[in-house]
């Protein structure tokens, strides 16, 4: 019995192996799923049902190729794409160029013997562009005083000086006294210095000027020195042989300015030691932080700033001279007041010396203030030098 159902079962595996071996049972192959039927459209083509991919006869699908690394750069061209850490390109060259004829070296990788497809041509380079132009200041680096300048007259009535010492002094009968004053035939007779060259005016739009503080600028086309440079062209044109010294003593230290000042004159004095006339020229202040006055005269059309002596005396310390050199600034504001009435303020006697103690014929003189404009400084100093030059040439050789 168990031959029997042993011999069954055999016999059944056997028509059961022949049947797979056949195709006549099917067998389900494991593997990747078969994909969708292509969807046919009614108005299609019937496509045959052998066509169809089924799980059987679909291609072994096999996983893609490994990317191949990206080659390195070479001598020869290459279809790789460029890699993306590729350094960035040099800059254009400079404009300016190198000192010698062989190009300036670059931090850029040589080139290849063959351009990538794809990189642009190198451009063109363009012209050189023009330097910009200098420009002068702008308009608001020029200075402007905040406050306004009143024009005024000072004139005296019973004394032409306003005597601050306590001296006695006959200040009319000097200026009728002609100048008690001896110039040289040869060499420089006068000087022209500047304690605070870097004194200015007020401007009236043409002559504006960049300050280091209000009323005051190292440039010399604009400052005191322009004027005492005047006062010397127009003292010349009568024969006088005149020295313009152009230094700035009072910047960029104002205090000491007199003792800077001072060593320069005996600087002159020793190289020349005929040097008749030491003439330091200023300009005034007179005003208050609210007001600045412009004294001017009524000659040359009102265009004239008003000028003044200032003088020393040995009320502090000794100055031996004084009085000479008194006599002589009141002898020639008497000349002054003769040809051009009120262009000369009173002159100002002081306890100071202002380095007048140097040297006989040493003056002080303040031309305008700082109310008034560069313009009006300069018509002043010609007419002075109109009124004394003559005088003072008479005197050369005396």
């Not at 007259?153 to 009968?173: E, G, L, S, Y």
């Not at 313009?244 to 005996?266: F, K, M, S, W």
Request: glycine share 8%; with cysteine.
């Amino acid at each position: 019995m168990k031959f029997k159902v042993f011999s069954v079962v055999l016999l059944g595996l056997c028509f059961l192996v022949l049947g797979v071996v056949s195709g006549a049972i099917p067998v389900k192959v494991p593997g990747p799923p078969a994909p969708e039927e292509p969807a046919v459209r009614a108005d299609a083509e019937a496509v045959p049902a052998s066509v169809v991919p089924t799980a059987r006869t679909m291609p072994k699908v096999t996983a893609p190729p490994k990317a191949a690394p990206t080659p390195g750069p070479s001598a020869g061209p290459s279809d790789a794409p460029l890699p993306t850490d590729a350094p960035e390109p040099t800059a254009a060259p400079s404009a300016v160029p190198h000192p010698t004829d062989e190009p300036a070296p670059t931090d850029a990788p040589e080139p290849t013997d063959m351009p990538s497809p794809s990189a642009a041509p190198s451009p063109t380079p363009g012209p050189t562009p023009e330097p910009e132009p200098v420009t002068a200041p702008a308009a608001e680096e020029l200075w402007e005083p905040d406050v306004a300048a009143i024009s005024t007259t000072i004139t005296w009535k019973n004394d032409p000086m306003n005597n601050q010492t306590a001296h006695a002094v006959d200040a009319f009968a000097l200026l009728d006294q002609p100048p008690a004053i001896s110039l040289p035939e040869k060499g420089p007779q006068i000087l022209i210095i500047h304690t605070h060259g870097t004194e200015a005016y007020t401007p009236d739009g043409t002559d504006r000027y960049e300050a280091v503080e209000p009323y005051r600028t190292t440039d010399k086309d604009y400052n005191v020195i322009r004027v005492g440079q005047a006062l010397g062209d127009a003292l010349e044109e009568y024969g006088l042989d005149v020295l313009v010294d152009t230094g700035l003593y009072d910047y960029p230290n104002y205090v000491g300015a007199y003792d800077r000042c001072g060593e320069a004159v005996e600087g002159y004095l020793a190289e020349y030691p005929d040097l008749a006339m030491v003439i330091d020229l200023h300009r005034d202040a007179i005003g208050d932080g609210e007001i600045t006055y412009a004294p001017v005269s009524d000659q040359a059309g009102g265009q004239a700033a008003q000028m003044m002596f200032v003088m020393g005396s040995d009320g502090v310390f000794s100055y031996p001279n004084w009085e000479d050199n008194l006599a002589l600034a009141m002898s020639l504001q008497g000349l002054v007041e003769e040809k051009f009435p009120r262009l000369m303020r009173p002159t100002t006697l002081c306890s100071e010396r202002y380095n007048q103690q140097m040297t006989t014929g040493s003056l002080l003189l303040e031309v305008g203030a700082a109310g008034n404009t560069l313009e009006e400084a300069l018509a002043a100093v010609d007419l002075f030098a109109q009124a004394v030059g003559p005088a003072l040439a008479d005197r050369i050789g005396a």
